[in-house]
């Protein structure tokens, strides 16, 4: 089995963290836009919103959010 050097690893872990870093941004951002258009009273907004609710995926999960999300979608 190849051994990694130092130099690969090093920049391998830099790039997980850079991704993970854009990566929680880009969440974020995505997030302030679906509640920005739910609030427009997008459907599709309302109800993707609605799914991050009921998952938790992003935000604190919150199932009464959710419901209510679904019924206004």
């Not at 850079?18 to 309302?46: D, I, T």
């Amino acid at each position: 089995m190849r051994r990694l050097g130092p130099r690969l690893l090093r920049g391998a872990f830099l790039s997980a963290l850079l991704v993970a870093f854009f990566g929680s941004v880009a969440l974020g951002m995505e997030l302030q836009e679906l509640e920005r258009l739910a609030a427009r009273g997008s459907a599709p907004a309302q109800f993707d919103l609605g799914l991050r609710y009921e998952t938790g995926d992003g935000v604190p999960k919150d199932e009464v959010k959710a419901a209510a999300l679904f019924r206004k979608s």
